[in-house]
């Protein structure tokens, strides 16, 4: 079925269960519902089987969308038709709040919405533009000079944020400087955003005890433990001093005047040479430094290691390769 | 809005977000009367086609039975005016920002307003956005380099009274300098600030972070320097690309906003819209090994002139 077609049977789903009188069982969602697959008479046992395990994957990814735009479908036992589950929306719950914002307001937030350049904190924060303006006024765009974007952003984010909400506690594999690669499973209390990196605050339950997380060292997914509602975030919660990457080598690296201003803030001061100033940058990762340095298009230049200036060398040969030839570079 | 797998499988657009701009459609013309296609384009930020793809949802959805009374009705000779006029909404609403939706926004609002970039209204936007979440506000934002009070507003008034601006500049090797810039937007990469000028000093365009900016104070002289095309990134995508690269190199276009990714092969073609070319030069020069084919020319000419660039200094 199309993706197109999931947007109309999830807004067909939301209607269902806001008008439902009490709730709605799964057989009476996959029943009367536009967009499920209903079952059929004539259907062998083998061919019902199918269906309905389909319906069953197809009706869970609902729920779990529904959960993402912020509509918790609630479950309601009847006693009287044994442990039947059915469903329900409040639609006063779900809806969103009348929101007071000025054209500027709002022009600074198209702005914000833009800034994640991830994918997964990009989308939410698109969306969340969107919610902000379907209830306010159409006017002119203001032009504002301002623009705002973050190369860093973690897939893990949004797992993260639902997690800190649902108070429930996470699993994930984590390398830190300090005790290696090792599974973690923390309390997620909130999100820290310093610079343009982010940072998870929360009890490690093996250690006991408060701990920061950067977020680009989660490796994998991030899986729910427990049930939820079991944790509460203190109130106030004294941000810790935020673990960082432990660099243990130097590249010595020209840049060139008021560029490359990443790594001047990293990086110690050694000398002028020409129209070169010239940095001690401490770094752990070869590919990364390599790519920052690729990224300044000749406002940088390794000195040292010559393992890292050959590999922005042999970088900027193959673009030359591809770019210079209509077909292909590789080969 | 990625594909994976079997070969020429592209994905449409994904459904949370359609869901969420239908939502967002009923409830615009709930509030505001009717509107014509166009002015709904315009305010969800999508083609015009979109939206009439929409309003023809929106009109074949409603409650079990899905008789006359059941659904969603328009006004159909306002339709085909091309004007959208809600006649029957069945108590659809916008629904309230999801915790990863509050986040995503307020951390991003709250990291422009730390780095100094943002105007004062950002703090108002800030609160009402508070005042509409439910669950407690995920996310602190911790400012990374505080920038001296009255200098972002000297150079916000610059920009738009189009007048030059005296500043005393402590470059990264503690050099304190007085020049006089044109300057021409803010910016917040990474949670720091910028202004993006011209600086009559260097006689060339300059990105300067805002926090080694001491002291900023206003001139009457008229800027005369145009803010350069090519300066940092525009958020509207410019063009398509089309690069075909080995699976090694796939991550490079992951998450490059709207890319559409296919399988052939041994290969992966990812599609994207081209907003700032240098994001995306410097995401080609990292997977440069892996590259097959670049496209449009003036992609690869941008590509091509970076290299020579990166061989000429190393």
Known sequence: MPASDAAERLLNLIIALSHARGRMTRAEIRATVSGYDPERGGDTADEARRRTAAFERMFERDKEDLRRIGIPLRTVVDATHGDDIGYVIDAGEASMPPIDMTPVERAILAVAAEYWQNAALGTDARRAFVKISSSMPRAEEVPLHLAARSTEGSDAAPTLAQAIADGQAVAFTYTSAASGRGERVVEPWRLVVRGGRLYLLGQDRDRGEARTYRLSRIEGVIRPVGERGTFEAPDEVEVLALEDEVPTLIARIGLRAESGHALRRRASFVSTAGEWDVFDVPFSDTEALRDEVLSLAGAARVLEPEGLAAAVRAHAEAALAVAGAEGGGRG | ?314
């Open chain 2, 1 to 314: 809005m990625r594909s994976r797998g079997r070969k020429g499988a592209v994905v449409a657009e994904m459904a949370v977000p359609r869901l969420t701009r239908l939502l967002g459609i009923v409830t615009h013309l709930e509030e505001h009367g009717e509107a014509t296609f166009d002015e709904l384009a315009r305010h969800f930020g999508v083609a015009t086609e979109t939206i009439k793809r929409d309003i023809d949802t929106l009109w074949c959805s409603g409650l079990p039975g899905y008789g006359m009374t059941d659904l969603l009705d328009f006004d159909g000779f306002a339709y085909d005016e091309g004007i959208a006029r809600l006649t029957n909404s069945q108590g659809v609403r916008q629904v309230r920002l999801a915790p990863a939706e509050a986040m995503a926004l307020m951390g991003a609002l709250a990291a422009m307003i730390a780095s100094g970039t943002a105007p004062e209204a950002a703090t108002g936007a800030l609160a009402a956005l508070s005042a509409a979440v439910t669950d407690a506000n995920p996310v602190t934002v911790i400012g990374a380099a505080p920038v001296t009070p009255g200098v972002a507003e000297a150079l916000r008034a610059g920009i738009e009274r189009k007048r030059a601006v005296a500043l005393t500049y402590v470059d990264a090797q503690d050099r304190r300098t007085s020049r006089v810039i044109e300057p021409h937007r803010l910016v917040t990469v990474d949670g720091l600030g910028y202004v993006e000028c011209f600086c009559r000093r260097a006689g060339d365009y300059r990105t300067l972070r805002l926090d080694r900016i001491e002291a900023a104070g206003e001139t009457d002289d008229a800027a005369t320097a145009l803010p350069r095309a090519a300066s940092g990134f525009t958020l509207e995508p410019a063009y398509n690309a089309k690069v075909r690269v080995a699976r090694a190199g796939r991550w490079a276009f992951e998450d490059l906003p709207g890319a559409v990714l296919t399988v052939d092969g041994d290969d992966v073609v990812a599609t994207f819209g081209v907003a700032n070319p240098d994001v995306v030069v410097a995401r080609l020069l990292a997977v440069a090994p892996f590259l097959a084919s670049v496209e449009p020319a003036s992609l690869r000419e941008r590509l091509g002139g970076a290299a020579m660039a990166v061989l000429g200094a190393q």
